[in-house]
Protein backbone atom coordinates (compact mmCIF):
# COMPACT_ATOMS: atom_id res chain seq x y z
CA UNK A 1 0.00 0.00 0.00
CA UNK A 2 1.22 3.29 -0.56
CA UNK A 3 2.90 6.06 2.12
CA UNK A 4 0.64 9.11 2.49
CA UNK A 5 2.60 12.53 2.62
CA UNK A 6 -0.03 15.15 4.09
CA UNK A 7 1.64 18.66 3.76
CA UNK A 8 -0.16 21.15 5.70
CA UNK A 9 0.47 24.73 6.88
CA UNK A 10 0.92 23.99 10.19
CA UNK A 11 2.15 20.82 12.06
CA UNK A 12 1.39 20.94 15.79
CA UNK A 13 1.93 18.79 18.37
CA UNK A 14 0.06 15.02 17.45
CA UNK A 15 -1.01 14.25 20.78
CA UNK A 16 -2.24 18.14 21.45
CA UNK A 17 -3.99 17.95 18.15
CA UNK A 18 -5.49 14.92 17.88
CA UNK A 19 -7.24 15.50 21.73
CA UNK A 20 -8.54 19.21 19.80
CA UNK A 21 -10.24 17.66 17.47
CA UNK A 22 -9.64 18.93 13.56
CA UNK A 23 -7.30 17.64 11.15
CA UNK A 24 -4.53 15.75 13.21
CA UNK A 25 -7.77 13.49 13.76
CA UNK A 26 -8.95 13.21 10.42
CA UNK A 27 -6.17 12.32 9.28
CA UNK A 28 -4.50 10.42 12.30
CA UNK A 29 -5.64 6.68 10.98
CA UNK A 30 -4.42 7.09 7.36
CA UNK A 31 -0.97 8.64 8.33
CA UNK A 32 -0.61 5.54 10.95
CA UNK A 33 -2.29 2.68 8.62
CA UNK A 34 0.14 3.99 5.71
CA UNK A 35 3.23 4.49 7.76
CA UNK A 36 2.73 8.04 6.53
CA UNK A 37 4.54 11.23 7.21
CA UNK A 38 3.00 14.61 8.06
CA UNK A 39 4.67 17.77 6.95
CA UNK A 40 4.47 21.79 7.40
CA UNK A 41 5.87 24.38 9.39
CA UNK A 42 6.11 23.50 13.53
CA UNK A 43 5.05 26.92 14.23
CA UNK A 44 8.24 28.48 15.78
CA UNK A 45 9.73 31.51 14.02
CA UNK A 46 13.93 32.18 13.87
CA UNK A 47 15.71 35.06 13.20
CA UNK A 48 18.28 32.87 10.56
CA UNK A 49 16.52 30.50 8.20
CA UNK A 50 19.78 29.60 6.94
CA UNK A 51 20.48 27.79 9.88
CA UNK A 52 16.94 26.05 10.17
CA UNK A 53 16.76 22.28 8.98
CA UNK A 54 14.17 19.57 8.49
CA UNK A 55 12.80 17.78 11.85
CA UNK A 56 12.06 14.28 11.70
CA UNK A 57 9.91 13.04 14.68
CA UNK A 58 7.59 10.10 15.74
CA UNK A 59 4.39 10.29 17.45
CA UNK A 60 2.37 7.34 18.17
CA UNK A 61 3.38 5.41 14.93
CA UNK A 62 3.12 8.75 12.72
CA UNK A 63 6.21 10.29 11.31
CA UNK A 64 6.34 14.56 11.53
CA UNK A 65 8.83 16.58 9.59
CA UNK A 66 8.78 19.64 10.24
CA UNK A 67 10.52 23.04 9.45
CA UNK A 68 10.50 26.77 11.23
CA UNK A 69 9.82 30.13 9.01
CA UNK A 70 11.96 32.80 9.74
CA UNK A 71 10.21 36.49 10.87
CA UNK A 72 9.96 37.56 6.80
CA UNK A 73 8.45 34.70 5.70
CA UNK A 74 5.94 34.39 8.57
CA UNK A 75 5.38 37.88 8.12
CA UNK A 76 5.01 37.71 4.35
CA UNK A 77 3.60 34.23 3.56
CA UNK A 78 1.63 33.27 6.78
CA UNK A 79 -0.08 37.15 7.87
CA UNK A 80 0.71 38.36 4.55
CA UNK A 81 -0.37 36.22 1.81
CA UNK A 82 -2.24 33.99 3.09
CA UNK A 83 -4.43 35.58 5.79
CA UNK A 84 -4.44 39.37 4.36
CA UNK A 85 -5.09 38.34 0.96
CA UNK A 86 -6.59 34.64 0.28
CA UNK A 87 -8.36 34.32 3.94
CA UNK A 88 -11.07 37.59 3.08
CA UNK A 89 -10.82 36.96 -0.84
CA UNK A 90 -12.10 33.47 -0.72
CA UNK A 91 -14.43 34.64 2.10
CA UNK A 92 -15.87 37.39 -0.16
CA UNK A 93 -14.00 40.18 1.70
CA UNK A 94 -12.28 41.62 -1.06
CA UNK A 95 -12.94 44.96 1.85
CA UNK A 96 -10.62 43.54 3.89
CA UNK A 97 -7.98 41.98 1.19
CA UNK A 98 -4.47 43.45 1.16
CA UNK A 99 -2.57 42.72 -1.92
CA UNK A 100 1.18 43.53 -1.52
CA UNK A 101 3.37 42.82 -4.15
CA UNK A 102 6.19 41.41 -0.98
CA UNK A 103 3.29 38.81 0.27
CA UNK A 104 3.11 37.19 -3.30
CA UNK A 105 6.89 37.16 -3.33
CA UNK A 106 7.58 35.80 0.41
CA UNK A 107 4.49 33.08 -0.63
CA UNK A 108 6.29 31.80 -3.17
CA UNK A 109 9.04 31.60 -1.60
CA UNK A 110 8.05 29.61 1.18
CA UNK A 111 6.01 27.14 -1.31
CA UNK A 112 8.51 26.54 -3.18
CA UNK A 113 11.43 26.40 -0.14
CA UNK A 114 9.00 24.00 1.59
CA UNK A 115 8.65 21.84 -1.29
CA UNK A 116 12.41 21.71 -1.90
CA UNK A 117 12.54 20.03 1.73
CA UNK A 118 9.78 17.86 1.12
CA UNK A 119 10.53 16.78 -2.30
CA UNK A 120 14.07 14.55 -1.28
CA UNK A 121 10.91 12.99 1.73
CA UNK A 122 8.86 11.41 -0.98
CA UNK A 123 9.54 8.10 -2.10
CA UNK A 124 8.04 6.32 -5.65
CA UNK A 125 4.63 5.35 -5.26
CA UNK A 126 3.83 7.76 -2.54
CA UNK A 127 0.49 9.34 -2.48
CA UNK A 128 1.09 13.32 -1.76
CA UNK A 129 -1.98 15.19 -0.08
CA UNK A 130 -1.82 19.28 0.46
CA UNK A 131 -4.15 20.76 2.48
CA UNK A 132 -5.57 24.21 2.31
CA UNK A 133 -5.00 27.83 1.34
CA UNK A 134 -1.70 28.04 2.42
CA UNK A 135 0.21 25.63 0.70
CA UNK A 136 -1.99 25.64 -3.01
CA UNK A 137 1.57 26.37 -5.46
CA UNK A 138 3.22 23.62 -3.57
CA UNK A 139 2.16 20.87 -6.01
CA UNK A 140 3.40 23.00 -8.53
CA UNK A 141 7.15 23.69 -7.10
CA UNK A 142 7.77 19.88 -5.96
CA UNK A 143 6.28 19.03 -10.23
CA UNK A 144 9.01 21.66 -10.70
CA UNK A 145 11.65 19.50 -8.35
CA UNK A 146 10.47 16.46 -10.54
CA UNK A 147 7.91 14.70 -8.35
CA UNK A 148 6.11 12.58 -10.42
CA UNK A 149 3.80 10.71 -7.40
CA UNK A 150 0.36 11.15 -7.26
CA UNK A 151 -0.73 14.23 -5.98
CA UNK A 152 -4.04 15.96 -4.74
CA UNK A 153 -5.06 19.25 -2.68
CA UNK A 154 -7.82 19.93 -0.62
CA UNK A 155 -9.17 23.31 0.12
CA UNK A 156 -10.90 23.72 3.51
CA UNK A 157 -12.08 26.99 2.71
CA UNK A 158 -14.74 28.02 -0.01
CA UNK A 159 -13.55 28.81 -3.49
CA UNK A 160 -14.95 32.11 -4.38
CA UNK A 161 -16.70 32.70 -7.64
CA UNK A 162 -14.63 34.50 -10.17
CA UNK A 163 -15.40 38.14 -10.02
CA UNK A 164 -13.85 37.27 -6.58
CA UNK A 165 -10.70 35.02 -7.44
CA UNK A 166 -9.41 37.36 -10.17
CA UNK A 167 -9.33 40.04 -7.61
CA UNK A 168 -5.94 38.74 -6.84
CA UNK A 169 -2.85 40.13 -8.33
CA UNK A 170 -1.48 37.03 -10.61
CA UNK A 171 -4.60 35.28 -9.78
CA UNK A 172 -3.82 32.98 -13.53
CA UNK A 173 -0.80 31.93 -11.76
CA UNK A 174 -2.38 30.59 -8.79
CA UNK A 175 -4.94 28.95 -10.64
CA UNK A 176 -2.92 27.66 -12.73
CA UNK A 177 -0.42 25.88 -10.23
CA UNK A 178 -3.87 23.75 -9.19
CA UNK A 179 -3.52 22.06 -12.37
CA UNK A 180 -0.80 20.22 -11.50
CA UNK A 181 -2.66 18.58 -8.69
CA UNK A 182 -4.00 15.02 -10.35
CA UNK A 183 -6.96 15.61 -8.10
CA UNK A 184 -8.24 18.82 -6.28
CA UNK A 185 -11.21 18.84 -4.19
CA UNK A 186 -13.68 21.17 -2.54
CA UNK A 187 -16.14 21.42 0.86
CA UNK A 188 -19.18 21.79 -1.66
CA UNK A 189 -20.65 21.39 -4.78
CA UNK A 190 -21.10 24.88 -5.35
CA UNK A 191 -17.01 25.43 -4.75
CA UNK A 192 -16.03 23.05 -7.50
CA UNK A 193 -18.53 24.49 -9.57
CA UNK A 194 -16.91 28.52 -9.06
CA UNK A 195 -13.70 27.02 -9.60
CA UNK A 196 -14.53 25.10 -12.90
CA UNK A 197 -16.37 28.27 -13.81
CA UNK A 198 -12.53 30.23 -13.73
CA UNK A 199 -11.52 27.76 -15.34
CA UNK A 200 -14.06 28.26 -18.65
CA UNK A 201 -14.47 31.27 -18.50
CA UNK A 202 -11.63 33.30 -17.32
CA UNK A 203 -8.96 30.34 -18.53
CA UNK A 204 -10.62 29.40 -21.31
CA UNK A 205 -10.45 26.04 -20.47
CA UNK A 206 -13.11 23.08 -20.64
CA UNK A 207 -14.97 21.10 -18.48
CA UNK A 208 -14.78 17.38 -19.16
CA UNK A 209 -16.68 14.37 -18.14
CA UNK A 210 -15.83 12.75 -14.59
CA UNK A 211 -15.23 15.91 -13.47
CA UNK A 212 -12.13 16.73 -14.92
CA UNK A 213 -10.98 19.92 -15.87
CA UNK A 214 -8.98 21.35 -18.75
CA UNK A 215 -7.34 24.73 -18.79
CA UNK A 216 -3.57 26.21 -19.18
CA UNK A 217 -2.53 22.62 -21.25
CA UNK A 218 -3.19 20.34 -18.61
CA UNK A 219 -6.14 18.47 -16.77
CA UNK A 220 -7.00 17.54 -13.33
CA UNK A 221 -10.32 16.58 -11.62
CA UNK A 222 -11.94 18.82 -9.44
CA UNK A 223 -14.87 17.14 -7.16
CA UNK A 224 -16.83 18.22 -3.99
CA UNK A 225 -15.50 16.11 -0.75
CA UNK A 226 -17.38 17.72 1.95
CA UNK A 227 -15.56 17.42 5.32
CA UNK A 228 -17.48 15.81 8.70
CA UNK A 229 -16.35 14.92 12.03
CA UNK A 230 -16.06 11.56 14.27
CA UNK A 231 -20.03 11.33 15.42
CA UNK A 232 -19.30 8.33 17.89
CA UNK A 233 -16.42 9.66 19.70
CA UNK A 234 -18.44 13.47 19.60
CA UNK A 235 -21.80 11.38 21.29
CA UNK A 236 -19.18 9.26 23.97
CA UNK A 237 -17.65 12.75 25.25
CA UNK A 238 -20.61 14.56 25.22
CA UNK A 239 -22.03 11.72 27.92
CA UNK A 240 -19.84 10.99 30.54
CA UNK A 241 -20.29 11.79 33.99
CA UNK A 242 -18.20 14.17 33.69
CA UNK A 243 -19.94 15.98 30.76
CA UNK A 244 -23.16 15.21 32.98
CA UNK A 245 -21.65 17.58 36.44
CA UNK A 246 -20.76 19.98 33.99
CA UNK A 247 -24.50 20.70 32.64
CA UNK A 248 -25.93 19.86 36.02
CA UNK A 249 -23.08 22.57 36.95
CA UNK A 250 -24.55 25.32 34.12
CA UNK A 251 -27.95 25.06 35.20
CA UNK A 252 -27.49 25.42 38.70
CA UNK A 253 -25.56 28.81 38.20
CA UNK A 254 -27.57 30.32 35.93
CA UNK A 255 -31.06 31.80 36.82
CA UNK A 256 -31.98 31.14 32.74
CA UNK A 257 -33.05 27.65 31.65
CA UNK A 258 -31.97 27.79 28.13
CA UNK A 259 -28.92 28.49 26.37
CA UNK A 260 -27.95 29.60 23.15
CA UNK A 261 -24.30 28.60 22.46
CA UNK A 262 -22.07 29.86 19.57
CA UNK A 263 -18.72 28.15 19.20
CA UNK A 264 -16.34 29.82 16.76
CA UNK A 265 -12.68 31.25 16.33
CA UNK A 266 -12.71 34.78 16.47
CA UNK A 267 -12.96 35.69 12.85
CA UNK A 268 -14.40 38.14 10.87
CA UNK A 269 -15.98 35.25 8.59
CA UNK A 270 -18.17 33.94 11.37
CA UNK A 271 -20.83 36.46 11.83
CA UNK A 272 -20.31 37.34 15.38
CA UNK A 273 -21.47 40.95 15.74
CA UNK A 274 -24.71 39.93 13.55
CA UNK A 275 -25.12 37.15 15.74
CA UNK A 276 -25.09 39.34 18.66
CA UNK A 277 -27.65 41.61 17.26
CA UNK A 278 -30.13 38.93 16.45
CA UNK A 279 -29.73 38.07 19.97
CA UNK A 280 -30.44 41.62 21.33
CA UNK A 281 -33.88 41.46 18.33
CA UNK A 282 -34.82 38.41 20.15
CA UNK A 283 -35.40 40.34 23.73
CA UNK A 284 -37.06 42.87 21.97
CA UNK A 285 -39.37 41.21 19.71
CA UNK A 286 -40.02 38.35 22.40
CA UNK A 287 -39.60 40.18 25.85
CA UNK A 288 -40.91 36.99 27.63
CA UNK A 289 -37.71 34.87 27.08
CA UNK A 290 -35.86 37.62 29.28
CA UNK A 291 -34.09 35.97 32.16
CA UNK A 292 -34.98 32.63 30.48
CA UNK A 293 -32.26 32.39 27.94
CA UNK A 294 -28.40 33.13 27.70
CA UNK A 295 -26.49 33.38 24.72
CA UNK A 296 -22.85 31.76 25.37
CA UNK A 297 -20.41 33.00 22.65
CA UNK A 298 -17.20 30.80 23.19
CA UNK A 299 -14.80 32.23 20.56
CA UNK A 300 -10.55 31.98 21.26
CA UNK A 301 -8.01 34.27 19.70
CA UNK A 302 -6.70 33.64 16.82
CA UNK A 303 -4.38 35.52 14.03
CA UNK A 304 -4.33 38.40 16.57
CA UNK A 305 -1.01 40.28 14.49
CA UNK A 306 -3.22 41.02 11.73
CA UNK A 307 -5.33 44.21 12.74
CA UNK A 308 -9.14 43.10 11.20
CA UNK A 309 -9.19 40.31 14.26
CA UNK A 310 -7.91 43.51 16.87
CA UNK A 311 -10.97 45.34 15.26
CA UNK A 312 -13.50 42.24 15.70
CA UNK A 313 -12.56 41.53 19.28
CA UNK A 314 -13.17 45.23 20.27
CA UNK A 315 -16.14 44.91 18.38
CA UNK A 316 -18.02 41.87 20.12
CA UNK A 317 -16.71 42.95 23.57
CA UNK A 318 -18.67 46.46 22.78
CA UNK A 319 -21.52 44.86 21.74
CA UNK A 320 -21.71 42.20 24.66
CA UNK A 321 -20.89 44.70 26.97
CA UNK A 322 -23.93 47.19 25.89
CA UNK A 323 -26.75 44.06 25.43
CA UNK A 324 -26.09 43.03 29.22
CA UNK A 325 -25.95 46.51 30.05
CA UNK A 326 -29.77 47.49 28.82
CA UNK A 327 -31.10 43.77 29.32
CA UNK A 328 -28.80 42.31 32.47
CA UNK A 329 -30.13 42.20 35.43
CA UNK A 330 -28.78 41.56 38.94
CA UNK A 331 -30.01 38.30 39.00
CA UNK A 332 -29.26 37.73 34.86
CA UNK A 333 -26.88 38.07 32.35
CA UNK A 334 -28.45 37.62 29.02
CA UNK A 335 -24.58 37.66 27.02
CA UNK A 336 -21.78 35.31 28.38
CA UNK A 337 -18.95 35.69 25.87
CA UNK A 338 -16.04 33.88 26.84
CA UNK A 339 -12.40 34.99 24.59
CA UNK A 340 -10.69 31.83 25.37
CA UNK A 341 -9.98 27.90 24.12
CA UNK A 342 -12.00 25.58 26.73
CA UNK A 343 -11.43 22.29 27.21
CA UNK A 344 -13.05 19.61 24.07
CA UNK A 345 -14.98 17.83 26.76
CA UNK A 346 -16.32 21.11 28.27
CA UNK A 347 -17.55 21.99 24.63
CA UNK A 348 -19.36 19.01 24.23
CA UNK A 349 -21.19 19.16 27.50
CA UNK A 350 -21.76 22.81 26.85
CA UNK A 351 -23.06 21.35 23.01
CA UNK A 352 -25.40 19.50 24.55
CA UNK A 353 -26.69 21.16 27.65
CA UNK A 354 -28.14 23.97 25.03
CA UNK A 355 -31.35 24.12 23.37
CA UNK A 356 -30.14 26.07 20.54
CA UNK A 357 -26.85 26.25 18.35
CA UNK A 358 -26.77 29.06 16.83
CA UNK A 359 -23.98 28.94 13.69
CA UNK A 360 -24.35 32.11 11.76
CA UNK A 361 -20.96 32.33 9.39
CA UNK A 362 -21.38 35.21 6.68
CA UNK A 363 -19.14 32.35 5.08
CA UNK A 364 -17.52 29.29 5.69
CA UNK A 365 -16.11 26.35 4.26
CA UNK A 366 -17.99 23.84 6.04
CA UNK A 367 -18.66 24.61 9.82
CA UNK A 368 -17.54 21.47 11.87
CA UNK A 369 -19.28 23.09 14.91
CA UNK A 370 -22.88 22.60 13.28
CA UNK A 371 -21.95 18.92 12.74
CA UNK A 372 -20.46 18.88 16.02
CA UNK A 373 -23.54 20.33 17.72
CA UNK A 374 -26.02 17.62 15.96
CA UNK A 375 -23.77 15.18 17.40
CA UNK A 376 -23.59 16.01 20.91
CA UNK A 377 -26.96 16.13 21.09
CA UNK A 378 -29.31 13.52 23.34
CA UNK A 379 -32.09 11.81 20.73
CA UNK A 380 -34.69 11.94 23.23
CA UNK A 381 -34.90 15.83 24.08
CA UNK A 382 -32.28 17.12 21.50
CA UNK A 383 -31.62 20.71 20.28
CA UNK A 384 -31.66 22.99 16.92
CA UNK A 385 -29.45 23.70 15.07
CA UNK A 386 -29.71 27.40 13.08
CA UNK A 387 -27.28 27.67 10.37
CA UNK A 388 -26.24 30.14 7.69
CA UNK A 389 -27.32 29.54 4.83
CA UNK A 390 -23.90 30.68 3.55
CA UNK A 391 -22.12 27.85 5.39
CA UNK A 392 -20.85 24.83 3.28
CA UNK A 393 -22.34 22.43 6.10
CA UNK A 394 -25.96 23.95 4.64
CA UNK A 395 -25.35 22.56 1.56
CA UNK A 396 -26.35 18.93 3.32
CA UNK A 397 -27.94 19.77 6.46
CA UNK A 398 -31.17 20.51 5.14
CA UNK A 399 -33.18 20.03 8.54
CA UNK A 400 -31.94 22.96 10.47
CA UNK A 401 -33.76 25.62 10.18
CA UNK A 402 -31.04 27.93 7.78
CA UNK A 403 -31.32 31.84 8.18
CA UNK A 404 -29.38 34.70 6.43
CA UNK A 405 -27.26 36.16 8.91
CA UNK A 406 -27.17 39.52 7.64
CA UNK A 407 -30.89 39.64 8.54
CA UNK A 408 -31.04 39.92 12.23
CA UNK A 409 -34.77 40.02 12.37
CA UNK A 410 -34.56 36.60 10.31
CA UNK A 411 -32.49 35.44 12.77
CA UNK A 412 -34.12 36.12 15.90
CA UNK A 413 -37.32 34.71 14.88
CA UNK A 414 -35.37 31.30 13.86
CA UNK A 415 -33.95 31.75 17.57
CA UNK A 416 -37.67 31.89 18.45
CA UNK A 417 -38.91 29.31 16.42
CA UNK A 418 -35.99 27.09 17.98
CA UNK A 419 -36.85 28.22 21.46
CA UNK A 420 -39.94 27.08 21.44
CA UNK A 421 -39.78 24.17 19.08
CA UNK A 422 -42.03 21.23 20.15
CA UNK A 423 -40.31 18.69 21.15
CA UNK A 424 -41.49 15.63 18.11
CA UNK A 425 -40.50 18.32 15.43
CA UNK A 426 -36.74 18.48 17.60
CA UNK A 427 -36.76 15.28 17.46
CA UNK A 428 -37.77 14.68 13.65
CA UNK A 429 -35.03 17.07 12.26
CA UNK A 430 -32.27 15.52 14.94
CA UNK A 431 -32.73 12.06 13.21
CA UNK A 432 -32.63 13.42 9.72
CA UNK A 433 -29.44 15.25 10.62
CA UNK A 434 -27.84 12.85 12.80
CA UNK A 435 -28.36 10.66 9.99
CA UNK A 436 -26.61 12.78 7.41
CA UNK A 437 -24.08 13.82 10.42
CA UNK A 438 -23.18 9.82 10.54
CA UNK A 439 -23.33 9.33 6.65
CA UNK A 440 -21.12 12.31 5.65
CA UNK A 441 -18.30 11.46 8.14
CA UNK A 442 -14.52 12.02 8.57
CA UNK A 443 -13.61 8.07 7.53
CA UNK A 444 -15.91 8.75 4.64
CA UNK A 445 -14.16 12.30 3.47
CA UNK A 446 -10.58 10.80 3.86
CA UNK A 447 -11.61 7.76 2.46
CA UNK A 448 -13.42 9.41 -0.67
CA UNK A 449 -10.80 11.81 -1.48
CA UNK A 450 -7.48 9.42 -1.43
CA UNK A 451 -9.39 6.66 -3.54
CA UNK A 452 -10.01 9.63 -6.20
CA UNK A 453 -6.31 9.88 -5.99
CA UNK A 454 -5.13 6.88 -5.94
CA UNK A 455 -7.57 6.06 -9.20
CA UNK A 456 -6.63 9.28 -10.90
CA UNK A 457 -5.22 8.25 -14.53
CA UNK A 458 -1.92 9.42 -13.70
CA UNK A 459 0.87 10.48 -11.38
CA UNK A 460 1.51 13.21 -13.38
CA UNK A 461 -0.90 15.75 -14.12
CA UNK A 462 -0.93 16.04 -17.98
C1 LIG B 1 -11.62 25.59 8.67
C2 LIG B 1 -12.72 26.18 7.75
C3 LIG B 1 -13.89 23.96 7.82
C4 LIG B 1 -13.51 25.97 18.50
N1 LIG B 1 -13.38 26.59 19.69
C5 LIG B 1 -12.82 25.71 20.52
C6 LIG B 1 -12.60 24.52 19.83
N2 LIG B 1 -13.04 24.69 18.59
C7 LIG B 1 -13.04 23.66 17.54
C8 LIG B 1 -14.43 23.31 17.09
C9 LIG B 1 -14.16 22.73 15.70
C10 LIG B 1 -12.96 23.53 15.23
O1 LIG B 1 -12.37 24.12 16.39
C11 LIG B 1 -13.38 24.66 14.29
O2 LIG B 1 -13.71 24.13 13.05
P1 LIG B 1 -14.68 24.90 12.04
O3 LIG B 1 -14.98 23.97 10.92
O4 LIG B 1 -15.92 25.30 12.75
O5 LIG B 1 -13.95 26.22 11.56
P2 LIG B 1 -12.43 26.71 11.15
O6 LIG B 1 -11.52 26.71 12.30
O7 LIG B 1 -12.63 28.04 10.47
O8 LIG B 1 -11.92 25.62 10.07
C12 LIG B 1 -14.03 25.47 8.02
C13 LIG B 1 -12.69 23.43 8.62
O9 LIG B 1 -11.50 24.19 8.33
C14 LIG B 1 -12.42 21.96 8.33
O10 LIG B 1 -12.24 21.73 6.96
O11 LIG B 1 -15.06 23.32 8.28
O12 LIG B 1 -15.04 25.96 7.14
O13 LIG B 1 -12.86 27.59 7.96
O14 LIG B 1 -13.79 21.39 15.79
O15 LIG B 1 -15.04 22.43 17.99
N3 LIG B 1 -12.07 23.42 20.40
C15 LIG B 1 -11.73 23.50 21.72
N4 LIG B 1 -11.90 24.64 22.44
C16 LIG B 1 -12.43 25.77 21.90
O16 LIG B 1 -12.59 26.79 22.59
N5 LIG B 1 -11.21 22.42 22.32
Known amino acids: MSRI ?9 IDKAVQSGGLAVALEDALQTGRGLWFGWDGTTVDDDAAAGIRLQQYNGIRTATVPLSRRDYEEYYLGFSNRALWPTFHYRLDLAVYEHAFLEGYRRVNQ ?3 QSLAALI ?4 LVWVHDYHLIPLGDELRKQGVKERMGFFLHIPFPSPDFFTAIPDHAWLAETLF ?11 DASNFVRYAVEIAGGEALDGDRVR ?4 TTIARAFPIGIDPDSVYEMAHTPEADAQMARLQRRSMANMFVLGVDRLDYTKGLPGRMRAFKRLLELHPELMKRVTMMQIS ?4 EEVEAYTDIRQELEGLSGSINGEFGDFDWTPVR ?3 RAIPRATLTALFRASQVGLVTPLRDGMNLVAKEYIASQDPADPGVLVLSKFAGAAEDLVEAITVNPYDANEVAEALHTALTMPTEERRERYEALIQRVRTNNVTRWREAFLEALRSAP ?4 S
Open 458 to 461: SGRA
Open 180 to 190: SYDVVGFQTAT
Open 337 to 339: YIH
Open 215 to 218: AFGK
Open 113 to 115: RLA
Open 5 to 13: IVASNRVTD
Open 300 to 303: PPTR
Open 123 to 126: EPDD
